[in-house]
């Protein structure tokens, strides 16, 4: 039984339009997602795909105009607001987007102890800024006193000292030199190895798969396929969805291929195919509704014409 599970997901807000028309926009749709102990699934797609609000809704922690729906559960329970307080910052723990979410007015070294869970707090906090390559002195400092990448390597100590069972991790690496990324991903590996299940939030393709078991590939608060880390290889062939294959063929070490083939001018009803006006393969039917997710090959598709 996977650990976290997360089945037909929606989340949708309500916003005020001008005259006080309530207006409801969704951001996730009927998504879905699993995560095995010891897995590690990276969550990649383009700014504004909903990977940051899928991490708040498994953590109870979005605002209060989104309505939630679907089923989530984490190790056979399901996830209600009373049990998520109960297991976050013990049982699953989060490296938030924003260093803002350091507390100001605390020193650094005290807010990592403050997460340890078993073992001696400074003994962990050293350790934890020895494998992220943050000097001792650094403990001492407030989190106005640091750099964004320094900000970000105190996150990922505070979440990774709780010795949670489930890490979920949103863009922990922007800011920080190339080294300490390579160190960082390499610690996640070696907690997946010992058993912590990750999702590993990104818009960095490669960055995912360098750790990766398994890709969700996100776009417009859905995923469109999950696949793999395996099957991004050669010109994709083993991949399901066209967004998925466009996104691994557009990196440098493949040449930033742009697809072949013209992008349909099908006018794309609301409820349509997500990806259906960018894509070359599109058809009447994905103009008129978003495909279900399927199985297809060890994997998810939402695409007719996958293969
Ligand atoms: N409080 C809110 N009210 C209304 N819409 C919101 C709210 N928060 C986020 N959104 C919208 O939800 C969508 C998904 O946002 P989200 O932050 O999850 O994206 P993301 O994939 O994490 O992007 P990034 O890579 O830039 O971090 C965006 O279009 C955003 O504008
Ligand atoms: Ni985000």
Known sequence: ??????RELSVTFT???????????????DLSLSVERGE??????????GKSLLAHAILGI???????????????????????????????????QSVQSLDPLMRVGRQVQ?????????????QAFARYGLAPQTAKRYPFQLSGGMARRVLVSIATVSGAELLIADEPTPGMD??????TLRAFKSFAESGTAIVFITHDL???LSIADKVAVFHAGSSLEVARAADFEGAGERLRHPYSRALWLALPQNGFVVPAGEPSDLPVAADGCLHASHCAMAAVECSKAAPKPRVLRDGMVRCYHAT
């Open 206 to 208: 490669e960055a995912a």
């Open 15 to 29: 916003q005020y339009d001008r005259g006080l028309r309530r207006k409801k926009v969704p951001v996730i749709r």
């Open 114 to 126: 403050q997460a340890v869970r078993a073992g001696d707090p400074a003994e962990e906090q050293r």
């Open 40 to 49: 590690i699934v990276a969550v990649v797609g383009a700014s504004g795909s």
């Open 62 to 96: 979005l605002p209060r105009n989104a309505a939630v729906e679907g089923y989530m559960e984490f190790d056979g329970q399901p996830l209600t607001a009373s049990t998520i307080r109960k297991l976050r910052g013990r049982r699953i723990a989060f490296v938030p």
């Open 1 to 6: 039984m996977a650990l976290l599970e997360v």
């Open 178 to 183: 190339p080294l300490v990324v390579q160190e």
